[in-house]
Nanobody
Framework: QVQLVESGGGLVQPGGSLRLSCAAS????????MAWFRQPPGKQRELVAS???????SYADSVKGRFTISIGNDKKSVYLQMNSLKPEDTAVYYC????????WGQGTQVTVSF
């Protein structure tokens, strides 16, 4: 069983930055293709960014140029650097494979507001 634990969320003003972390553990030697998703209040979960084991990245248009996804050197962590945050980025953020193969973690709340 793979466990995913997200952290790093918080309250930030518009224009600010946050770095989210995701730690994978359990029946997993290393992570391969991974992604960050988010679920805004009252809306469905959406894919924000993904990365392949070859470090090829892909981003939703709404975050392109502001967010950067990366995999840690231990190959069991994935990060999301979020810059120039906007109120519409407010959501609970989750990590998983792009196909959502693993059980969902609890997520980490990101709130962008004055």
């Amino acid at each position: 069983q793979v466990q995913l634990v997200e952290s790093g969320g918080g309250l930030v003003q518009p224009g600010g930055s946050l770095r989210l972390s995701c730690a994978a553990s359990g029946a997993l030697v290393r992570i391969y293709n991974m992604a960050w998703f988010r679920q805004p209040p009252g809306k469905q979960r959406e894919l924000v960014a993904s990365i392949t084991q070859a470090s090829s990245t892909s981003y939703a248009d709404s975050v392109k140029g502001r967010f950067t996804i990366s995999i840690g050197n231990d190959k069991k962590s994935v990060y999301l650097q979020m810059n120039s945050l906007k109120p519409e980025d407010t959501a609970v953020y989750y990590c998983n494979s792009p196909q959502a193969l693993y059980p969902w973690g609890q997520g980490t709340q990101v709130t962008v507001s004055f």
